[in-house]
């Protein structure tokens, strides 16, 4: 059983690379991740801005639940 998935990619079209979200069931992985963004967020700037471009233009996953993603599908 797959119980969280990501998978990156690069978008040729805006010349990016990394991820949007994260799909998972695994409340134990999302809720310290959603509870503690703003630290994680701080730390990751701190990392990326010593990478080279595109790197440097790297931003953190949104982390969802199926759940959550069925609702955003819905809209």
């Known amino acids: 059983m797959i ?5 990156f990619g ?3 079209l805006e010349q990016t690379l990394g991820v949007e979200s994260v799909l998972t069931n695994d ?6 991740y959603v509870h503690g963004f703003p630290r ?7 990392m990326i801005r010593q990478l080279k471009a595109p790197y440097q233009q790297a931003t953190l996953p ?3 639940s199926g759940e959550e ?7």
Do not use: C, N, Q, T
């Open 40 to 46: 994680i967020e701080a730390r990751f700037a701190r």
């Open 62 to 64: 949104d982390v969802v």
């Open 10 to 12: 690069f978008d040729a």
């Open 27 to 32: 409340l134990r992985m999302k809720d310290p």
């Open 3 to 7: 119980l969280s998935y990501a998978s």
């Open 69 to 75: 993603l069925w609702g955003h599908i819905a809209l």
